[in-house]
């Protein structure tokens, strides 16, 4: 169903794209108007949407293309949407930056998820860089956005883990991640990750609290050190931490029921 709607949308645009003389903007990217908008990303599940001027440039820009085209390959349930806005002449697409309340400091970035009117606004306080979206995606859609030093077999594990109130299955799980570690490679490029997963099991398995209790204080815990002065490589480390905490999944529900709240 996601393949067929990914064809339709596809021809759509590029049917649009003959008949009014645009061009792409950016591959793994399309760029749509006030007359397309609506039409394509009603047709996917989620569509991550950039507005900005009307020819962006710059990190911000960078960041949001090279993501799109490291993921196109991974969903056919995600589709990156540039939307140029032009203050001057005809313009154009004037009235989707007045529909969204787009602010003139672009770029701006929302997410849509199918059909619903009221997008998720990626947080205009922080860096736009492809891990910071990555980490958005991650925590405000259910499809598989690996983040840095992240394993997706580990992250199906970390998930089915959280899934169960089952001592023995969990347990299970964590004998499976350290069988998995001792067939890694000496050189395995994520061979810290591994013990990253087992120690947040380990740590869920022996606490008394309930499991989304001990990641969030733990996510807290993380977060509060990154505030101190600390090494490049143990900044890199704690930020790896906290990539594969969202992992887990159960941190991802809290912020999105957090972020409906405000």
């Known amino acids: 169903m996601a393949r067929k709607s990914f064809v339709f949308a596809a021809t759509l645009f590029v049917g649009v794209l003959i008949e009014s003389g645009n061009a792409w903007t950016a591959r793994g990217c399309v760029d749509l108007d006030s007359s397309t908008f609506d039409k394509v990303t009603r047709k996917f599940r989620y569509s991550l949407v950039k507005f900005d001027t009307a020819f962006p440039y710059g990190d911000k820009h960078e960041a949001f293309t090279n993501l799109a085209l490291e993921t196109v390959d991974v969903t056919d349930d995600l589709l990156f949407v540039l939307v140029g806005i032009k203050d001057y002449g005809e313009k154009d697409n004037d ?4 529909r969204f309340n787009i602010p003139k400091e672009y770029p701006v970035i929302k997410l849509f998820a199918g059909d619903r009117t009221e997008p998720i606004d990626f ?10 979206l990555r980490k958005f995606l ?3 859609t259910d499809l598989y956005i690996g983040l840095p030093g992240c394993v997706q077999k580990l992250d199906e594990l970390a998930l089915k883990f959280m ?9 299970a799980i964590v004998d499976e991640v350290e069988r998995a570690e001792q067939g890694l490679e000496v050189l395995a490029p994520t061979k810290k990750s591994y013990p990253m997963y087992l120690s947040l099991m380990r740590k869920i398995v022996k606490s008394n609290q309930p499991p989304a209790d001990v990641l969030s204080e733990e996510m807290k815990r993380v977060e509060k050190l990154l505030t101190e002065k ?3 490589a143990k900044k890199a ?8 905490m969202l992992s887990f999944g159960v941190l991802n529900r809290a912020l999105k029921y957090e972020r409906t709240e405000l």
């Open 95 to 98: 009235d989707l930056g007045k």
């Open 123 to 132: 947080p205009p306080d922080e860096v736009v860089s492809s891990e910071n």
């Open 138 to 140: 991650k925590r405000y």
């Open 163 to 171: 899934g169960t109130d089952d001592a023995a299955e969990r347990q």
């Open 230 to 232: 600390l090494s490049d």
């Open 237 to 244: 480390e704690l930020k790896l931490r906290i990539n594969i």
